[in-house]
């Protein structure tokens, strides 16, 4: 499904991401973390069951797991997941990368800032909420707003807000930067899932500004669908935004890899030829001259 590619290599992100390394410790949690469990989302299914139930099929886990392995090994962080345009997969990989950080033991908190296609709030059987953020003082744990899963006890969810004025208190850095922080003392992974980068983000937090705000950004791009200087835009967008951009992933949904093809062809033998089948699959997950 998805495949990493090299990270951009100007003097700014190598700047910024060295500026990150070297970041200065985050001020000591004042607020116990978030330990109420009043309401309970229905059940997340696990990755593999999500992979099972669904066309959502990835190569194979490696894909993912490498994917957050390198762009989640920090300690508490936030990451930033945006696209250059609609429907590039961007909430499809916050959830993976957030599912996959949950049931590596990671207490993780997913979270929807896309208010005009709050999918990952339905996909988590959620409806949008009023924040209120303009009117919380500055001890609060926003608990209130986060569901946990009954399924993986070590995730959590925050459906997108429903006011605008929430929105509008996003939109200055600063307060975005408090926002993460205060929730990045609670998680030790915060996920945000944001709308693209070039969309005209009148009606929803600005996603570069939030790149700018959190620990870590990733874009998505859709492998031989996204142009080439969508993608040059958004990585300048989000530089400029002062965002960490740590690599891009490319999601290979709609040019299936060798990998996937072949699934695909075996497919018709799992359940007549079964040990065949699993040889053969066993064959392809690590083959390592299919793996582009
Ligand atoms: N890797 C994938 N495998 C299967 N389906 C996918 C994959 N990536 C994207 N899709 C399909 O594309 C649709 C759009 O994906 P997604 O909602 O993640 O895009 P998005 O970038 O978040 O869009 P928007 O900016 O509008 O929120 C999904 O509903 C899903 O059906
Ligand atoms: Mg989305």
Redesign the pocket.
Known sequence: ?VKETKKPTSKKKTASKTASKKAPAKKPAKKPAVTARKKVTPKTPSVEAMLDNS??R?TSFTEISRVHKSAMTAGRSSMVVT?SR???????LAHMLALRSAESGKKTLLIDL?MR?S?LTSLMGKESTGWALAGRTQEDTLEDLIHVSEENPNLYFMPAPSDDMSVRFLRDTQRARYFLDVLERQFDHVVVDT??VTALNRFNVDSAMLGGAATRTTL?ILSGKTPLDAIKKSVKILQDAGANLDGVVM?D?QSPSWKERLFKLIRPLQDRMPGLYNWLQHKIVHSKELEY
């Open positions: 499904m066309n959502l990835p696209g609609h429907g590039e997969g961007t909430t499809i896309n296609n999918f709308t693209p998505v999601n949904w």
